[in-house]
């Protein structure tokens, strides 16, 4: 189930990013917005399994939170954490470019 709500919130996820950059920018950078964030996923994705399948038995802990569920869930609160600086980044620079001038 935990599967299920990582994976649905991530579609959530590159269709907002998709809209975002269609809208900025046109068709091509939402193309590209949706392939750097299916990119980030699937590494991070490999790169978390492997850290939890050091820490991890191979039981996990219960029938909810297998290896595979802690792995996603770990990858989300990671790009959770790096979304946010990245589009907190944008808009922070701009408001200290205007802040800037008055």
Not at 60 to 81: I, Q, Y
Not at 86 to 102: C, H, I, L, M, T
Request: glycine share 10%; aromatic share 14%; charged share 15%.
């Amino acid at each position: 189930m935990i599967e299920l709500f990582v994976f649905y919130l991530h579609i959530v996820g590159i269709a907002a990013g998709f809209t975002k950059r269609w809208n900025e920018d046109g068709v091509g950078e939402g193309v590209l917005a949706v392939l750097s964030i299916a990119l980030i996923f699937f590494v991070g994705w490999a790169m978390a399994s492997f850290l939890v399948r050091l820490a991890l038995p191979p039981e996990g802990l219960g029938k909810v939170l297998n290896r595979d569920a802690a792995a996603l869930l770990l990858l989300t609160v990671s790009e959770a954490v790096f979304y946010y600086f990245y589009f907190r980044g944008e808009n922070s620079s701009a408001d200290a470019v205007s802040g800037a001038g008055s």
